[in-house]
T-cell receptor, first 114, second 116 residues
């Protein structure tokens, strides 16, 4: 059973702080990793994708991947109240092939307090 | 980014009726679409993979006769919940791969199904 684990939270940070979201996965051969943001009642929105070890930065967001530890994280700098949402970690369990099936974690609820 | 259109956004129906949900890729062709279901405060669970011109592939535990999937064109997949019951009430979300955009997966806006 391929699993993606996240701390469900809620994670509460003050406005302007750094929010750190963590995710671990069980399938060692996983190749592709994604962070999605989901507002209540809405569908997920892709925030970041990362495929190789190390850091990947995009604006206020930084994704970090450590395949040896089977760990992926998302840092949000200068957190804003509008960042308040559930953040879903998603993993493709194999090389992707023709299916591209994502396995999602349960998500971490982030609240940014003004 | 690529746009995936899903409708209706909300459906309320009586128990025993069938409900059809449409998923369209608006600016790209999608040979593969995915259907997910999400219960409150739970993660997205993949129900089935919809392949254009062939039968859908269902995940374990998903009844193919209850959740009918048709992917007749490169831009349209439909999910029909047949003889819906209250336990089928959920948030249904489709997604599609855009081969022209690093094969990224884009989601439709979701359909909230409530079966009375």
């Amino acid at each position: 059973q391929k699993e993606v684990e996240q701390n469900s939270g809620p994670l509460s940070v003050p406005e302007g702080a750094i929010a750190s979201l963590n995710c671990t996965y069980s399938d060692r051969v996983s190749q592709s990793f994604f962070w999605y943001r989901q507002y209540s009642g809405k569908s997920p929105e892709l925030i970041m994708s990362i495929y190789s070890n190390g850091d990947k930065e995009d604006g206020r967001f930084t994704a970090q991947l450590n395949k040896a530890s089977q760990y992926v994280s998302l840092l949000i700098r200068d957190s804003q109240p509008s960042d308040s949402a559930t953040y879903l970690c998603a993993v493709i369990g194999d090389s992707g092939g023709s299916n591209y099936k994502l396995t999602f974690g349960k998500g971490t609820l982030l609240t940014v307090n003004p | 980014g690529a746009v995936v259109s899903q409708h209706p956004s909300r459906v309320i129906c009586k128990s025993g009726t069938s409900v059809k949900i449409e998923c369209r890729s608006l600016d790209f062709q999608a040979t593969t679409m995915f259907w997910y279901r999400q219960f409150p405060k739970q993660s997205l669970m993949l129900m089935a993979t919809s392949n254009e011109g062939s039968k859908a592939t269902y995940e374990q535990g998903v009844e193919k006769d209850k959740f009918l999937i048709n992917h007749a064109s490169l831009t349209l997949s439909t999910l029909t919940v047949t003889s819906a019951h209250p336990e089928d009430s959920s948030f249904y979300i489709c997604s599609a791969r855009d081969f022209g955009n690093n094969e990224k997966l884009f989601f439709g806006s979701g359909t909230q199904l409530s079966v009375l």
